[in-house]
């Protein structure tokens, strides 16, 4: 069913995971997880996330490797019957392009708020999903070659700008360190898994590898990337703003970026290039999230791709403008969040138990 | 035609109608139809004469007068004739306007209608706030607008005047502009301890969210001439400003920080009865919590390097082992003098920890500070308090004997 046109290789998965991660995340995240550790030790609670995260990942990787060519919307019926596995797809469509609603209002706010004061939502959602749409009708090959050049330049150019925020840093804003013990670091750790939402795209782009048998390394290297970048930005941010100014900032990244200004530079102020990379991160999660929901579609009711495509415009749209205001937009996000503890955390142990039982009894 | 370069054709007049949208942003405006507003002064009420005037002609908004607020508006006309005449301008580069009222955004709308330009924030500096404004007012409530501003960047420097904090905004000649002033001042640490570093808003967001006390830059103003003298103390509980310290108690607590990256100390030689000045060049200090059964108390220990640049005491032996100690003890003396009046004012007279025991008490015994982090400034108040200072005389300058 995939041609070989259609193959990506282990890098590019990587690739995938990495960029669906950053996304609309990066910028609330100090203050996400801020809020409910409470203390400065919330770099430990993203290593503890992101270790969690990778181990689901590898759970989710085993579980697809068991069922090759195969993407989650087609094997789950195998595992738990025709209907429930209908409806778990059905709940894992909704998932994504809830996801791919979520980026893109986030994007709204942020460029509305920041870069384009006057300019109305429907203008900039409208466009961006179009060059989107645009993209995804290539399919899943130029996606990931795409990726592959957002990823570096996005990388790059974040680390200079938020390395350049170390001009406000001051050491004893992390300190002390598990001052209230290690209760305060787990209490947040639920909260990372929005953050790390990104590694269940394993499920479904396993099938489009080369080499299948190596998505376990794909999944742990597109996790470890985001991780150390989160890492980084947590650090960053607590360290230059303390962690009670980060839990009363709406988008504490951007303030950090705000907060300082280099003289003898060619530009001194560096919001614009935080935003203009961050959105293409929000690009790439957005693309590959509607792609995830598309794709779920098209094969759940046997509809061409492209017909999923062009349906889901609409509905995506309409859910994006669902929420009244920011708040209730992170309220969603949270929610989401909590989706992806069971959905992606959970459940494939459940089904991976399920597939090495039924393995067994076959062989 | 030939089908296929009628096609071509089409696509390339579509192409060039393309680049039409290309040019610019839905949102954009013209630099020269913006005032921009660079610095900002919150006083006490006080309507100046243009505004009761203008009040007078015609019907104002319901309001209470509490804040005084006053924007300083970079003229570029202004600027622009100064530099195209190259002589001295008539007219100042700067434009101050003031408006009375309780909201500040309400005011800064009001603006709008007083002026043919729209104002932006982007490039505000400074923000100057009157001691008295905020001794009644909490800081909290005087800042929330610059917080969630847009335009407005974290890193706009916070500063407080015991006098009218407008009158720091204004400049007695034609070519300064105050707030660039009062900006590159704060870059002058290097000279001078009387130079606190500067107060972000960046720092006060963290600062009066966890009820820290601070200290802000003291600046002064007469006849368009300003001067950063002293600091007023923020308590971090109230948020409102508990008082002054002059210059000699800012210097205390300068040194008990440990944050100076210049300045001098100077000495009068016991033996010769002269005077003598060190600069400092290099300063640090770290503060010790103890807790030994349930009792607080901490040691301070300030170290810094020096050189001597000025010597009027007649004698021809600098380098002279016993010389530079007897230096050192004097200058340690020196130093413990002035951060035992600081110490002083802050502990027992204004009780508000402003130098950060509070937090070094956090960072050494995190559970010891659960158990007081409530009441910390009464607690401040009563603990015992030790510091010594440690001097190294590094070299003598370019001239070696008298």
């Known amino acids: 069913m995939i041609g070989v046109k259609d193959r990506i290789s282990t890098v590019q998965t990587a690739v995938i995971i990495a960029n669906f991660m950053l996304g609309s995340g990066i910028l609330t995240l100090p203050r996400i997880i801020g809020e409910k550790v409470g203390t400065p030790d919330v770099w430990l609670t993203v290593i503890l996330g992101g270790g969690l995260a990778i181990l689901a990942g590898v759970i989710m990787a085993k579980l697809s490797m068991i069922y090759p060519e195969q993407t989650f919307y087609q094997f789950n019926r195998l595992l738990i019957g025709k209907w429930m596995g209908g409806l778990l797809s059905l709940i894992t469509i909704v998932y994504f392009f809830v996801i791919a609603a979520i980026q893109l209002r986030t994007l709204n706010e942020v460029t509305v708020l920041f870069l384009l004061g006057g300019t109305p939502t429907w203008a900039i959602i409208m466009m961006f999903m179009w060059v989107s749409l645009y993209l995804l009708t290539g399919g899943i090959n130029p996606i990931a070659r795409l990726f592959e050049i957002i990823l570096p330049i996005s990388i790059v150019i974040y680390l200079i700008v938020i390395g350049m925020g170390l001009k406000i840093f001051d050491f004893n804003n992390l300190r002390p360190l598990l001052g209230q013990g290690i209760m305060p670091v787990l209490k947040g750790l639920e909260t990372t898994s929005f953050t790390f939402t990104g590694i269940e795209i394993i499920l479904i782009i396993t099938a489009f590898m080369k080499k299948p048998n190596k998505s376990v390394k794909a999944v742990m290297y597109g996790t470890a990337i985001p991780m150390v970048i989160y890492l980084i930005t947590v650090v960053i941010v607590i360290g230059s703003m303390s962690v009670d100014a980060v839990v009363s900032r709406t988008w504490p990244t951007i303030d950090l970026v705000r907060g300082y200004e280099v003289s003898g530079l060619i530009f001194e102020r560096y919001d614009s290039f935080l935003l203009v990379i961050w959105i293409m991160q929000i690009y790439s999660t957005y693309t590959i999230t509607y792609y995830a929901s598309a794709l779920g579609l098209s094969l759940l009711f046997k509809w061409k791709l492209n017909t999923c495509l062009f349906l889901l415009l609409p509905i995506v749209f309409l859910t994006t403008m669902i929420p009244k205001n920011t708040n209730e937009l992170f309220k969603l996000g949270d929610m989401v969040g909590y989706c992806t503890i069971y959905l992606f955390g959970l459940l494939p142990i459940l089904l991976l138990l399920i597939a090495k039982w039924k393995g067994s009894r076959q062989g | ?402």
Request: net charge neutral; aromatic share 6%.
């Open chain 2, 1 to 402: 035609m030939n089908p296929h370069i009628l096609r071509k054709s089409i696509l390339f007049c579509l192409s060039i109608l393309l680049l039409m949208v290309q040019t610019g942003c839905w949102s954009m405006a013209e630099i020269e139809d913006l005032s921009m507003y660079v610095g900002m002064a919150l006083d006490e009420p006080e309507e100046t004469e243009l505004e009761q005037k203008l009040n007078e002609l015609g019907y104002d908004q319901p309001k209470k007068n509490l804040i005084s607020y006053t924007v300083q508006i970079v003229n570029k006309q202004g600027e622009e004739k100064s530099s195209s005449s190259g002589s001295s301008s008539t007219s100042k580069p700067y434009l101050n306007i003031t408006e009375t009222g309780d909201s500040l955004l309400q005011m800064e709308r009001e603006f709008s209608t007083r002026l043919e330009r729209p104002l932006i924030g982007n490039h505000l500096k400074v923000i100057v706030i009157n001691e008295k404004l905020a001794r009644k007012q909490n800081m909290n409530y005087l800042l929330d607008f610059f917080l969630r501003d847009n335009d407005i960047r974290l890193s706009t420097v916070v500063l407080m005047s015991s006098e009218r904090a407008r009158d720091t905004l204004e400049a007695k000649d034609n070519a300064t502009i105050p707030t660039f002033r009062l900006a590159s001042m704060i870059n002058n640490r290097r000279r001078s301890l009387q130079i606190l570093p500067p107060v972000t808003l960046t720092n006060l967001v963290g600062d009066m969210r966890s009820h820290t006390s601070y200290m802000l830059q003291n600046v002064v103003a007469t006849e368009g001439i300003v001067k950063f003298s002293g600091a007023a103390v923020i308590n971090g509980k109230t948020q409102t400003c508990k008082g002054l310290l002059n210059e000699e108690e800012a210097l205390g607590i300068s040194w008990l920080k440990g944050f100076g990256v210049g300045g001098v100390v100077k000495i009068t030689d016991e033996m010769t009865k002269q005077l003598v000045t060190f600069e400092v060049t290099q300063m640090k200090s770290k503060i010790n919590a103890k807790v030994q059964n349930n009792e607080i108390s901490f040691d301070v220990k300030i170290q810094f390097d020096a050189r001597t640049m000025e010597n009027w005491s007649k004698s021809n032996k600098d380098f002279d082992d016993g010389f530079i100690e007897r230096m050192q003890t004097a200058a340690e003396e020196e130093v413990e003098r002035v951060v035992k009046i600081g110490l002083g004012k802050i502990q027992k007279k204004y009780k508000t920890d402003i130098v950060g025991f509070g937090k070094a008490l956090q960072i050494q015994h995190p559970k010891q500070w659960q158990h007081v982090k409530d009441d910390w400034d009464k607690t401040f108040s009563e603990i015992p308090i030790t510091y010594s200072v440690k001097m190294k005389l590094t070299d003598n300058g370019a001239k070696s004997t008298h």
